[in-house]
């Protein structure tokens, strides 16, 4: 299948996945996460209409996306990968979306350099729902104090939260938590799903979806 093909698979399954839930299609935004591979096999995709990016590494972004950015008008970057503070200057300058907010320190650093540089990105809280040591993400319990200190102290407008479950689990109850902290929250914008559960995690109510492999192929 090519490139075109495959996207257009994965927008028919959001849409199905979508109306089965109740929901309108234009509720779940597709984010196309095209982390490893290079400009040339990211045009297709922008040929094909997508405009909405995901990448975890800044500098592996940096390399690339302000060509494909001068050649379209309309992209949207989001990163998604963990950000350390030396690389926030640079993040903010690139990207439109951070997804990954899951420390005061980086929280901090951000709001910092969003009002040197005069931008307002849209920021979401990463939660580590299945409470793994290696992955990032702030716990569950400490996601509405967390949330609540990015408003009160820095000022920040947070838009919605996000969860990587853990792969080997069923992710069902993971998106349900991320939906339950996000109520409580007053938060309605959840960034959960990728390739393998995307469909289930717009029926437990994915405003976006970070979908890599299942468009771009194996990495
Ligand atoms: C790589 C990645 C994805 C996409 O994963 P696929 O399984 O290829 O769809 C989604 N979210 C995050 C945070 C990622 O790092």
Known sequence: MELQDRLEDVRSRVHKAASEAGRKPEQVTLVAVSKTFDAEAIRPAIAAGQRVFG?????????????????????????????QSNKAADAVALFDVIETVDREKIARSIANEMKRQGRALRLYVQVNTGLEPQKAGIAPDDTLSFVTFCREELGLTIEGLMCIPPADENPGPHFALLAKLAARCSLDRLSMGMSGDYEVAIGFGATSVRVGSAIFGTR
């Open 55 to 83: 990448e975890n590494r800044v500098q592996e972004a940096q390399g690339k996306w302000p060509e494909l950015r001068a050649q379209t008008a309309g992209i949207e970057l989001h990163l998604i990968g963990p950000l």
